[in-house]
Protein backbone atom coordinates (compact mmCIF):
# COMPACT_ATOMS: atom_id res chain seq x y z
CA UNK A 1 0.00 0.00 0.00
CA UNK A 2 1.20 3.68 -1.12
CA UNK A 3 2.66 5.61 1.77
CA UNK A 4 0.08 8.83 1.67
CA UNK A 5 2.16 11.84 0.97
CA UNK A 6 -0.54 14.12 3.10
CA UNK A 7 -2.71 13.04 5.44
CA UNK A 8 -5.60 14.32 8.07
CA UNK A 9 -6.83 12.18 11.07
CA UNK A 10 -9.65 13.58 13.37
CA UNK A 11 -8.94 16.98 12.14
CA UNK A 12 -10.67 19.57 14.39
CA UNK A 13 -10.61 23.23 12.88
CA UNK A 14 -12.39 25.78 15.56
CA UNK A 15 -13.13 29.50 14.41
CA UNK A 16 -12.93 32.43 17.11
CA UNK A 17 -16.45 34.23 17.89
CA UNK A 18 -16.07 37.28 19.10
CA UNK A 19 -18.15 38.71 22.39
CA UNK A 20 -17.45 37.83 25.67
CA UNK A 21 -17.24 33.97 26.97
CA UNK A 22 -18.27 32.54 23.69
CA UNK A 23 -17.08 29.48 22.88
CA UNK A 24 -15.35 29.09 19.64
CA UNK A 25 -17.62 27.39 17.14
CA UNK A 26 -16.26 24.17 15.22
CA UNK A 27 -16.66 23.94 12.05
CA UNK A 28 -14.68 20.74 11.14
CA UNK A 29 -15.69 17.77 13.41
CA UNK A 30 -12.96 15.26 13.09
CA UNK A 31 -12.43 14.64 9.99
CA UNK A 32 -9.97 11.56 7.72
CA UNK A 33 -8.60 11.69 4.70
CA UNK A 34 -5.33 10.78 2.75
CA UNK A 35 -4.09 11.62 -0.54
CA UNK A 36 -1.09 9.34 -2.01
CA UNK A 37 1.89 10.83 -4.22
CA UNK A 38 0.27 11.80 -7.79
CA UNK A 39 -3.10 11.50 -6.99
CA UNK A 40 -5.98 13.32 -6.52
CA UNK A 41 -8.70 13.35 -4.07
CA UNK A 42 -11.80 15.72 -4.67
CA UNK A 43 -13.15 16.95 -1.47
CA UNK A 44 -17.39 18.02 -2.47
CA UNK A 45 -19.71 19.67 -0.71
CA UNK A 46 -22.56 22.78 -0.37
CA UNK A 47 -21.18 26.06 0.73
CA UNK A 48 -20.71 26.46 4.40
CA UNK A 49 -20.04 22.52 4.79
CA UNK A 50 -16.26 23.21 6.14
CA UNK A 51 -14.48 21.81 2.79
CA UNK A 52 -12.47 25.05 2.35
CA UNK A 53 -11.65 25.25 5.99
CA UNK A 54 -9.81 21.44 5.21
CA UNK A 55 -7.85 23.06 2.76
CA UNK A 56 -6.74 26.35 4.93
CA UNK A 57 -6.09 23.64 7.93
CA UNK A 58 -3.79 21.84 5.28
CA UNK A 59 -2.02 25.56 4.04
CA UNK A 60 -2.16 26.89 7.51
CA UNK A 61 -4.74 29.46 7.49
CA UNK A 62 -7.20 28.02 9.86
CA UNK A 63 -5.97 27.34 13.23
CA UNK A 64 -6.01 23.04 13.60
CA UNK A 65 -7.65 22.42 17.22
CA UNK A 66 -7.86 19.05 17.40
CA UNK A 67 -6.41 15.78 15.30
CA UNK A 68 -3.13 16.48 13.21
CA UNK A 69 -2.25 16.98 9.37
CA UNK A 70 0.70 14.89 8.41
CA UNK A 71 2.84 15.84 5.06
CA UNK A 72 5.41 13.06 4.01
CA UNK A 73 4.84 11.66 7.34
CA UNK A 74 5.90 14.95 9.62
CA UNK A 75 3.17 16.71 11.33
CA UNK A 76 2.57 20.14 10.43
CA UNK A 77 -0.78 20.85 12.10
CA UNK A 78 1.07 23.66 13.50
CA UNK A 79 3.61 24.69 11.82
CA UNK A 80 4.60 28.43 11.84
CA UNK A 81 7.35 31.13 10.35
CA UNK A 82 10.20 29.60 8.85
CA UNK A 83 9.31 26.38 9.20
CA UNK A 84 5.83 27.07 7.25
CA UNK A 85 6.87 28.91 4.61
CA UNK A 86 9.79 26.33 3.72
CA UNK A 87 7.17 24.06 3.37
CA UNK A 88 5.79 25.96 0.56
CA UNK A 89 8.80 24.45 -1.66
CA UNK A 90 6.32 21.60 -1.29
CA UNK A 91 2.43 22.74 -1.29
CA UNK A 92 1.17 25.48 -2.89
CA UNK A 93 -2.37 26.42 -3.63
CA UNK A 94 -4.67 27.55 -6.60
CA UNK A 95 -7.26 29.72 -5.63
CA UNK A 96 -10.66 30.17 -6.80
CA UNK A 97 -11.10 33.89 -7.90
CA UNK A 98 -8.60 34.74 -10.63
CA UNK A 99 -9.18 37.99 -10.55
CA UNK A 100 -8.30 38.79 -6.70
CA UNK A 101 -5.62 36.23 -6.16
CA UNK A 102 -2.95 37.94 -8.38
CA UNK A 103 -1.30 41.35 -7.13
CA UNK A 104 -2.68 43.86 -10.16
CA UNK A 105 0.56 46.03 -9.78
CA UNK A 106 2.90 43.39 -10.35
CA UNK A 107 3.61 42.06 -14.04
CA UNK A 108 3.25 38.36 -14.97
CA UNK A 109 7.03 37.94 -15.27
CA UNK A 110 7.63 39.39 -11.54
CA UNK A 111 4.68 37.41 -9.88
CA UNK A 112 5.71 34.00 -11.35
CA UNK A 113 9.50 34.75 -10.25
CA UNK A 114 8.62 36.34 -6.95
CA UNK A 115 8.11 32.88 -5.00
CA UNK A 116 11.63 31.66 -6.89
CA UNK A 117 13.24 34.38 -5.52
CA UNK A 118 12.51 34.02 -1.81
CA UNK A 119 13.63 30.77 -1.78
CA UNK A 120 16.93 31.94 -3.16
CA UNK A 121 16.65 31.66 -6.92
CA UNK A 122 18.91 33.73 -8.73
CA UNK A 123 17.42 36.76 -10.79
CA UNK A 124 18.55 34.55 -14.09
CA UNK A 125 17.49 31.31 -13.02
CA UNK A 126 14.43 32.51 -12.24
CA UNK A 127 13.66 34.57 -15.36
CA UNK A 128 14.25 30.96 -17.40
CA UNK A 129 12.00 29.09 -15.01
CA UNK A 130 9.05 31.99 -15.74
CA UNK A 131 9.51 30.97 -19.63
CA UNK A 132 9.04 27.80 -18.77
CA UNK A 133 6.33 27.79 -16.62
CA UNK A 134 4.14 29.61 -19.16
CA UNK A 135 5.03 27.77 -21.88
CA UNK A 136 3.34 24.85 -19.56
CA UNK A 137 0.23 26.22 -19.33
CA UNK A 138 -0.13 27.63 -22.83
CA UNK A 139 0.57 31.57 -22.29
CA UNK A 140 2.81 33.07 -24.64
CA UNK A 141 6.52 34.62 -22.95
CA UNK A 142 5.48 37.86 -23.85
CA UNK A 143 3.08 37.73 -21.36
CA UNK A 144 5.48 37.56 -18.51
CA UNK A 145 5.74 41.55 -19.56
CA UNK A 146 2.17 42.43 -19.43
CA UNK A 147 0.05 42.70 -15.92
CA UNK A 148 -3.41 40.88 -14.72
CA UNK A 149 -5.76 43.39 -16.24
CA UNK A 150 -4.81 42.36 -19.79
CA UNK A 151 -6.32 38.78 -18.88
CA UNK A 152 -9.43 36.67 -18.98
CA UNK A 153 -10.54 34.83 -16.04
CA UNK A 154 -8.98 31.82 -17.55
CA UNK A 155 -5.81 33.22 -18.41
CA UNK A 156 -5.36 34.49 -14.93
CA UNK A 157 -6.25 30.94 -13.65
CA UNK A 158 -3.35 29.39 -16.08
CA UNK A 159 -1.04 32.22 -14.43
CA UNK A 160 -2.12 31.17 -10.85
CA UNK A 161 -1.42 27.81 -11.85
CA UNK A 162 1.67 28.86 -13.00
CA UNK A 163 2.61 30.32 -9.92
CA UNK A 164 1.38 27.20 -7.86
CA UNK A 165 4.10 24.76 -10.52
CA UNK A 166 6.95 27.27 -9.70
CA UNK A 167 9.15 25.78 -7.31
CA UNK A 168 7.82 22.25 -8.12
CA UNK A 169 5.55 21.13 -5.45
CA UNK A 170 4.61 17.60 -4.59
CA UNK A 171 0.96 18.83 -3.51
CA UNK A 172 -1.27 21.92 -4.87
CA UNK A 173 -4.24 22.39 -2.78
CA UNK A 174 -6.99 23.56 -5.15
CA UNK A 175 -9.93 25.79 -3.89
CA UNK A 176 -12.38 26.27 -6.47
CA UNK A 177 -10.01 26.65 -9.09
CA UNK A 178 -12.68 26.64 -11.96
CA UNK A 179 -15.68 28.18 -10.69
CA UNK A 180 -15.21 31.43 -11.50
CA UNK A 181 -14.65 30.58 -14.86
CA UNK A 182 -17.14 29.84 -17.63
CA UNK A 183 -17.94 26.35 -19.14
CA UNK A 184 -15.58 25.98 -21.80
CA UNK A 185 -12.99 27.83 -20.03
CA UNK A 186 -13.29 25.09 -16.51
CA UNK A 187 -12.85 22.22 -19.22
CA UNK A 188 -9.69 23.88 -20.69
CA UNK A 189 -8.51 24.35 -17.41
CA UNK A 190 -9.30 20.99 -15.72
CA UNK A 191 -7.51 19.57 -18.94
CA UNK A 192 -4.18 21.66 -18.06
CA UNK A 193 -4.10 20.59 -14.38
CA UNK A 194 -4.72 16.88 -16.05
CA UNK A 195 -2.13 17.37 -18.13
CA UNK A 196 0.26 18.63 -15.12
CA UNK A 197 -0.25 15.66 -13.42
CA UNK A 198 0.68 13.09 -16.13
CA UNK A 199 3.83 15.23 -16.82
CA UNK A 200 5.11 15.89 -12.59
CA UNK A 201 3.47 14.06 -11.03
CA UNK A 202 2.35 16.48 -8.87
CA UNK A 203 -0.92 15.38 -6.40
CA UNK A 204 -4.29 17.43 -5.77
CA UNK A 205 -6.17 17.96 -3.18
CA UNK A 206 -9.17 19.78 -4.66
CA UNK A 207 -12.20 21.16 -3.42
CA UNK A 208 -15.53 22.36 -5.04
CA UNK A 209 -18.92 22.30 -4.80
CA UNK A 210 -19.59 20.93 -7.82
CA UNK A 211 -19.88 17.04 -8.20
CA UNK A 212 -19.24 16.71 -12.08
CA UNK A 213 -16.66 18.83 -11.75
CA UNK A 214 -14.81 16.41 -9.03
CA UNK A 215 -16.20 13.46 -10.65
CA UNK A 216 -14.04 14.20 -14.01
CA UNK A 217 -10.67 15.04 -12.44
CA UNK A 218 -10.47 13.24 -9.04
CA UNK A 219 -8.97 9.73 -8.43
CA UNK A 220 -11.05 9.95 -5.05
CA UNK A 221 -13.60 11.47 -3.00
CA UNK A 222 -14.52 12.31 0.27
CA UNK A 223 -18.20 14.30 0.51
CA UNK A 224 -18.14 16.76 3.14
CA UNK A 225 -21.43 17.67 4.98
CA UNK A 226 -21.72 20.10 8.09
CA UNK A 227 -18.20 19.74 8.82
CA UNK A 228 -17.55 15.80 8.29
CA UNK A 229 -16.40 13.76 5.61
CA UNK A 230 -19.80 11.58 5.33
CA UNK A 231 -18.87 9.39 2.45
CA UNK A 232 -15.07 8.78 0.69
CA UNK A 233 -13.78 6.20 -1.74
CA UNK A 234 -12.74 5.86 -4.99
CA UNK A 235 -14.45 9.00 -7.73
CA UNK A 236 -16.56 6.42 -9.72
CA UNK A 237 -18.13 4.12 -6.81
CA UNK A 238 -19.68 7.20 -5.23
CA UNK A 239 -20.59 9.05 -7.44
CA UNK A 240 -22.22 5.90 -9.37
CA UNK A 241 -23.49 4.08 -6.38
CA UNK A 242 -23.80 6.58 -3.42
CA UNK A 243 -25.01 5.45 0.02
CA UNK A 244 -25.33 8.62 2.14
CA UNK A 245 -28.58 10.94 1.42
CA UNK A 246 -26.38 13.89 0.67
CA UNK A 247 -24.26 12.71 -1.54
CA UNK A 248 -27.47 11.52 -3.76
CA UNK A 249 -28.78 14.64 -2.86
CA UNK A 250 -25.62 16.27 -4.65
CA UNK A 251 -25.81 13.73 -7.30
CA UNK A 252 -29.93 14.42 -8.23
CA UNK A 253 -29.10 18.87 -8.35
CA UNK A 254 -26.79 18.42 -11.45
CA UNK A 255 -28.97 20.04 -14.43
CA UNK A 256 -30.31 18.34 -17.54
CA UNK A 257 -32.22 19.37 -20.09
CA UNK A 258 -35.52 17.15 -19.70
CA UNK A 259 -37.90 19.31 -17.97
CA UNK A 260 -40.15 16.43 -16.55
CA UNK A 261 -37.04 14.10 -15.25
CA UNK A 262 -35.82 17.44 -13.79
CA UNK A 263 -39.05 17.58 -12.19
CA UNK A 264 -38.64 14.38 -10.72
CA UNK A 265 -35.58 14.84 -9.89
CA UNK A 266 -36.43 18.12 -7.65
CA UNK A 267 -39.01 15.98 -5.80
CA UNK A 268 -36.67 12.78 -4.91
CA UNK A 269 -34.16 15.69 -3.56
CA UNK A 270 -36.91 17.22 -1.27
CA UNK A 271 -37.05 13.45 0.07
CA UNK A 272 -33.72 13.01 0.75
CA UNK A 273 -33.26 15.87 2.12
CA UNK A 274 -36.25 14.91 4.64
CA UNK A 275 -34.55 11.81 4.89
CA UNK A 276 -31.30 13.59 6.29
CA UNK A 277 -33.41 16.32 8.63
CA UNK A 278 -34.75 12.57 10.21
CA UNK A 279 -31.41 11.27 10.84
CA UNK A 280 -29.80 14.99 12.18
CA UNK A 281 -32.70 15.12 14.28
CA UNK A 282 -32.01 11.33 15.81
CA UNK A 283 -28.27 11.88 15.97
CA UNK A 284 -28.84 15.19 18.41
CA UNK A 285 -31.44 13.58 20.61
CA UNK A 286 -28.57 10.74 20.42
Known amino acids: MTTPLLEGRDLKVSYPVRGFRRKPIEIVHGVDFSVA ?48 RALAKDIQVVFQDPYSSLNPSLTIGATLAEPLIVQGWSKEAATKRVLELLDRVGLPKNAAA ?88 PVREVTEQPEHPYTQRLLLAAPIADPLLQEKRRAERARLRQVQHNQDVQAGAA
Not at 70 to 81: A, K
Request: aromatic share 4%.
Open 37 to 84: PGETLGIVGESGSGKTTIGRAILGLALVTGGSVTFDGRDISHLGGAAR
Open 146 to 233: RLPREFSGGQRQRVAIARALAPEPRLIVCDEPVSALDLSTQAKVMELLLDIQRDMGVAYLFVSHDLAVVRHISHRVGVVYDGEIVEQG
